[in-house]
């Protein structure tokens, strides 16, 4: 279909069910939405979603302008998929780009970050001076000459990208581009990406890129030598690299289940994996809480499903105060999510107060259970007026959602709002001394656990049961 948007008409299409989690590719210097063949897109929708393709400026039928004269930059290239975005309603996607179009998405990380759930860069570049450039058999097909038909330039293109240690699969690569060249409207045009307006280099603003990124290259590409994949990942907070053996400067279907299982990993609407790839994000450019508001809203949105969106409260806290009254009491719900563990503390009679850092919680909790002071606040900066102050707090899973390099800061930060006399309840997944954590979370052993108690907190009972620990603790 031929939308306009940011000025412009652009031939996108789409695979999958709109409402899940969204993937937008974008292709290649030259390449149009049919690089991206229609078997690769279907089986990413499968498992990831839903999947916009797209003719980027001069190629296919999107817009095209006068050969050698393209009247736009990287910037307008980066700005047109998000546009794309808003005319299919989408707040967020999943970029995946190779070559140019994997250029494209770091700008688009850089520059449109609220709109970036995650970033997939292929066969790829951030540039750097210390960089090898193109092999040297890559470098003697630039400078030999080449087919007069255009078909068949860019056939001897793909084999020279190709990796040489497989067989080139030139039967493929002539379907492409017999299939691309036969819906373009200006085949002289498609070189106009080599002559856009330059534009600064990124490269010294990678560091700025705050969505989870998978970095994947190819260990024989010609162009770009996979030196440039590790650096690429090495200047993006928390990236990871994938690396595809026997595989160049292309895409080719052998490849195709690996990267669309990572993709899909990179896409996932399971709450516990998303939240594994914000957490490690949010620590790399250390911000190791900002994920928290993240999940949520995506939460909220749909994106993602919020196993968490519970409206009982924790078997163990309903098991612990069973019999018990809060009349006369201050509770406190620490990391209170969507608050139905507040809920409950009121119910049973507390004057409740419940605090999570994610404000998009605060605002679920608040519609959800109107008989609770919900309050937006972060464990390592709270208000002095709680300290000492709470009768009873509750804190379930929340300090094992941070990384071990503040556990003991958070444990501490807990025990001192609990008052004198009061009664800290704590449940968190257990873990046996030594072992080495894979999280988030990451569960507890018992020395942690027992951090809890400090600043004149002391245990009252710690048991472990179905790998957990419960903890009842007093000052």
Same mark, same amino acid.
């Given at each position: 279909? %031929?939308?306009?948007?940011? #000025?412009? +008409? ?92 994997? !250029?494209?998405?770091?700008?688009? #990380? ?32 630039? !400078? ?17 990208? !190709? ?101 899909? +990993? ?52 309903? +098991?612990?105060? +069973? ?5 006369? &009491? ?17 119910? &049973? ?43 009873? %707090? ?27 006399? #009061? ?12 072992? %080495? ?15 809890? !108690? ?15 620990? %419960? ?5």
């Amino acid at each position: 279909m %031929i939308v306009n948007v940011n #000025g412009v +008409e652009i031939d996108a299409d789409t695979f999958g069910q709109p409402g899940r989690p969204t993937v937008l590719l974008l292709s290649g210097s030259g390449g149009s939405k049919d690089f991206w063949r229609p078997e690769f897109c279907q089986k990413l929708a499968e498992a990831a979603g839903f999947v916009i393709r797209y003719d980027m400026r001069d190629t296919g039928q999107s817009t095209t302008y006068p050969v050698g004269e393209p009247g736009y930059t990287m910037l307008d290239l980066a700005a047109d998929p998000i546009a794309l975005l808003d005319h299919f309603g989408v707040r967020r996607a999943h970029f995946v780009g190779i070559s140019m179009g994997g !250029a494209v998405a770091q700008l688009i #990380g850089i520059n449109h970050a609220d709109r970036v759930a995650s970033l997939t860069l292929l066969s790829t570049s951030g540039g750097g001076a210390d960089l090898p450039g193109p092999t040297e058999a890559l470098r003697a097909f630039f !400078a030999a000459e080449q087919p007069s038909d255009p078909v068949e330039a860019a056939v001897a293109a793909g084999r020279a990208y !190709a990796a040489r240690s497989v067989p080139f699969d030139e039967a493929a690569t002539r379907k492409l581009v017999t299939d691309e060249y036969a819906r373009t409207k200006n085949i002289e045009a498609l070189s106009n990406a080599h002559a856009t307006k330059s534009i600064d280099s990124w490269t010294g603003r990678l560091g700025e890129i705050t969505a989870p990124t998978l970095v994947i290259h190819g260990d024989e590409d010609p162009l770009f030598p996979i030196e440039h994949g590790r650096a690429l990942a090495d200047a993006i907070p928390g990236a990871e690299l994938l690396t595809l053996k026997q595989v160049g400067h292309e895409l080719p279907p052998r490849a195709w289940d690996r990267v669309i299982t990572a993709v899909a +990993e990179m896409a996932t609407d399971d709450w516990d994996l998303r939240g594994d790839r914000l957490a490690a994000q949010a620590i790399a450019v250390g911000q190791p809480t900002s994920w928290f508001d993240r999940l949520y809203a995506e939460g909220v949105r749909g994106e993602v499903l919020m196993p968490w969106n519970r409206q009982h409260p924790h078997p163990m806290l309903a +098991e612990y105060l +069973e019999g018990r009254t809060g009349q006369g &009491k201050r509770g406190l719900v620490v990391g209170c999510g969507l608050g139905a563990d507040a809920g409950f503390l009121a119910g &049973k009679g507390f004057a409740t107060t419940a605090f999570d850092v994610s404000e998009t919680a605060i605002e679920v909790a608040h519609e959800r259970h109107p008989g609770v002071d919900f309050q937006v606040a972060d464990l390592f900066d709270l208000p002095k007026e709680w300290l000492r102050a709470f009768d009873f %707090i509750v804190e379930i899973f929340t300090v094992q959602a941070l990384p071990e390099s503040i556990r003991a800061e958070a444990t501490a930060a807990v025990g001192t709002l609990l008052a004198p006399g #009061g009664t800290l309840f704590v449940v968190a997944m257990s873990r046996e001394e030594g072992t %080495i954590p894979d999280g988030p979370p990451w569960p507890l052993t018992r020395s942690q656990f027992d951090g809890f !108690a400090v600043d004149g907190v002391t245990p009252v009972s710690v048991e472990e049961r179905d790998n957990r620990w %419960i903890g009842v603790f007093t000052r």
